[in-house]
């Protein structure tokens, strides 16, 4: 709870867990409220009964599906200008909150959606407003969204997810509750509990971003040995090993939210539909990372994970890491979704060679005349080519 704390009291954001979150709910419930949800699973796991019992007469809006596209965001949008609500709440995974922040951003915003996709493009337009955030509530532990200024949404049109990135997306307060992620299935705990694992290792290895927080580096070095020792135990739904899997994937937020995510994320933007974020992104992280190793204070970063993922050389400790996986279940290449196949490694090389600024940025970076060979090798190499 430390770190959870600390990022409290360091940017202005009440982030904290409990088991009992009416004072939580309360606290935030002013004036007339909005809660946007997924599935039926707030219903089974116990958060749709403890907000209405908190908050009764908030409207919802429910329904939000997994990888959610431009046009649920903007059904989402004209439901918050309809209501002309005070508080906003998002309760549900990855994918709630992320619609949530981007169509209460919009709401306020005189720019369309896809002005809006980039990195503070409305903070740039707009210095100095003040604008409402969401509350949120997560019910899975991996996206660590309850920390972040990202959003990921689907454009259709283009094929690809693209991201918002905005400083006015970081949510309000963020409240863990970790018997609400009791009732995820055993994959669902697999992809959510690998998606934080590479938040944090690839924020851990982002030597470049070190100056943007002093205390990153020791958020996700905590974050990665909980992954690590509780789960395990999460898989198989120990209540203990969900509550430190919930701490761990905030972790992972907070570190991400000052060092951003490399390659693996990059790469696996468009693969929406085929596999779960979290499995491809972690799939991914070891030949990005063998790649990383040619930047020598990366190397020297990786020797500090040798007491989680035991090892005397910077490629022994990826083999364990990924042994690790192995042992969870994760497969060893990307071939085995039938979905993924040498055609879609090569689109991506190329698409994800576009985006100049993510490979300068990488902990090694990608020059971008070189982007294609080098991103096709990781890929292929992770595919099991």
């Known amino acids: 709870m430390n770190e959870l704390q600390l990022l409290t009291q360091a940017q202005g954001q009440d982030l904290i867990l409990t088991d009992t979150p009416a004072d939580f709910f309360k606290k935030y419930a002013r004036g007339?409220?909005?809660?946007f949800t997924g599935s039926k699973g707030v219903e089974s796991n116990g958060a749709w009964s403890d907000f209405s019992a908190a908050v009764p007469g908030a409207d919802n809006f429910s329904g939000i599906e997994a990888e959610p596209p431009v046009e649920t965001v903007e059904r989402m949008t004209a439901f918050l200008k309809d209501g002309n609500f005070d508080t906003v709440f998002a309760i549900g995974g990855g994918s709630v909150l992320d619609a949530a922040k981007a169509a209460l951003l919009l709401s306020q915003s005189p720019l369309p959606l896809r002005e809006l996709f980039g990195i503070n493009k409305f903070s740039e337009k707009f210095p100095g407003r003040e604008l409402k955030r969401i509350v949120a509530l997560p019910t899975t532990s991996g996206t660590g969204s309850e920390a972040t200024q990202y959003?990921?949404?689907?454009?259709?049109?283009?094929?690809?997810?693209?991201l918002i990135a905005e400083k006015y997306c970081v949510p309000a307060a963020g409240c863990l509750v970790p018997r609400y992620t009791a009732t995820m299935p055993r994959s669902v705990t697999l992809a959510t509990g690998c998606d934080a694992l590479a938040h944090l290792?690839?924020?851990?290895?982002?030597?470049?971003?070190?100056?943007n927080h002093p205390e990153a580096n020791?958020?996700?070095l905590n974050?990665?040995?909980?992954?690590?020792?509780?789960?395990?135990g999460a898989?198989?739904?120990?209540?203990?090993?969900?509550?430190?899997m919930a701490i761990a994937a905030a972790l992972g937020g907070m570190t991400i939210r000052?060092?951003?995510?490399?390659?693996?994320?990059?790469?696996?933007?468009?693969?929406?539909?085929?596999?779960?974020?979290?499995?491809?992104?972690?799939?991914?992280?070891?030949?990005?990372?063998?790649?990383?190793l040619g930047n020598p204070e990366v190397a020297a970063r990786t020797m500090m994970l040798k007491e989680i993922f035991p090892g005397n050389t910077p490629e022994e400790i990826i083999d364990s890491c990924r042994q690790f996986l192995t042992e969870l279940g994760v497969p060893e290449k990307l071939n085995t979704f039938p979905d993924l196949t040498p055609e879609l490694m090569e689109r991506t090389a190329c698409s994800a060679g576009e985006n100049k600024m993510k490979l300068e940025l990488a902990p090694r970076p990608v020059p971008v005349d070189q982007s294609r060979l080098i991103l096709q090798n990781i890929l292929l190499k992770s595919y099991g080519e």
């Open 32 to 35: 007339r409220c909005a809660v």
């Open 151 to 162: 959003s990921n949404i689907v454009d259709k049109s283009a094929g690809v997810k693209k």
């Open 201 to 211: 290792i690839e924020g851990f290895l982002n030597t470049g971003a070190d100056p």
């Open 218 to 220: 020791t958020w996700a």
């Open 223 to 232: 974050g990665i040995k909980l992954v690590k020792q509780f789960l395990p």
């Open 235 to 244: 898989l198989e739904n120990d209540p203990e090993c969900r509550r430190q």
């Open 258 to 292: 000052f060092k951003s995510t490399g390659l693996p994320h990059l790469c696996s933007f468009s693969w929406f539909g085929r596999i779960a974020h979290g499995i491809a992104a972690i799939m991914l992280l070891p030949e990005s990372w063998r790649y990383y």
